[in-house]
T-cell receptor, first 114, second 114 residues
Framework: SQTIHQWPATLVQPVGSPLSLECTVEGTSNPNLYWYRQAAGRGLQLLFYSVGIGQISSEVPQNLSASRPQDRQFILSSKKLLLSDSGFYLC?????????????FGPGTRLTVL | AQKVTQAQTEISVVEKEDVTLDCVYETRDTTYYLFWYKQPPSGELVFLIRRNSFDEQNEISGRYSWNFQKSTSSFNFTITASQVVDSAVYFCALSMRGNEKLTFGTGTRLTIIP
């Protein structure tokens, strides 16, 4: 069966510090991968998605970036965090071979920028 | 463009009552897919159901049931005999055939009062 991991689970970072969040998927190959952010009490905002290694699509211009160095690894980064980057970050995957998009989510990373 | 509207921001009901969460969608495509996700306090989004646009048959799974009506572009979710464990934020989502992305509604926070 497929599983998705995210780490760290929680993170407290000062403004201006760098960020690296990691997501890995097990039990599948060539998945589509997604990064979402959820601000406190708000809905989901799609940040990036990837349909293959090195292929990244950005949905919202910001100081965040994403990379996919391996087939089942998706990394969210920032060189300098802003207060507004605080939130709950969710990684999701779906099979790249399906026509529809039933996404499965990881446990999330709760980021607080102080 | 596609859109999902969950007009109910918050709902509170007493345990054992039935509750219906509304979802209205907009799309120009004739082939599309609708989803419901549950986000408990732990934060991880849990997939509940997927419905294809060409299948209007309603579905029941235990205490959960879904009413899909293309005529009103609605995909409502009913919980029968609610329990405290049903307390969560529920998201409705939409995707189009061949599209890698999901469009989420803003979610409905459901609180079951013991």
């Amino acid at each position: 069966s497929q599983t998705i991991h995210q780490w760290p689970a929680t993170l407290v970072q000062p403004v201006g510090s760098p960020l690296s969040l990691e997501c890995t998927v097990e039990g599948t190959s060539n998945p589509n991968l997604y990064w979402y952010r959820q601000a406190a009490g708000r809905g989901l905002q799609l940040l990036f998605y990837s349909v293959g290694i090195g292929q990244i699509s950005s949905e919202v211009p910001q100081n965040l970036s994403a990379s996919r160095p391996q087939d089942r690894q998706f990394i969210l980064s920032s060189k300098k965090l802003l207060l507004s980057d605080s939130g709950f970050y969710l990684c999701a995957w779906t099979s790249g071979r399906r026509l529809y998009n039933e996404q499965f989510f990881g446990p999330g990373t709760r980021l607080t920028v102080l | 463009a596609q859109k999902v509207t969950q007009a109910q921001t918050e709902i509170s009901v007493v345990e054992k009552e039935d509750v219906t969460l509304d979802c209205v969608y907009e799309t120009r495509d004739t082939t599309y897919y609708l989803f419901w996700y549950k986000q408990p306090p732990s934060g991880e989004l849990v997939f509940l159901i997927r419905r294809n646009s060409f299948d209007e048959q309603n579905e029941i799974s235990g205490r959960y049931s879904w009413n899909f009506q293309k005529s009103t572009s609605s995909f409502n979710f009913t919980i029968t005999a609610s329990q405290v464990v049903d307390s969560a934020v529920y998201f409705c989502a939409l995707s189009m055939r061949g599209n890698e992305k999901l469009t989420f509604g803003t979610g409905t926070r459901l609180t079951i009062i013991p």
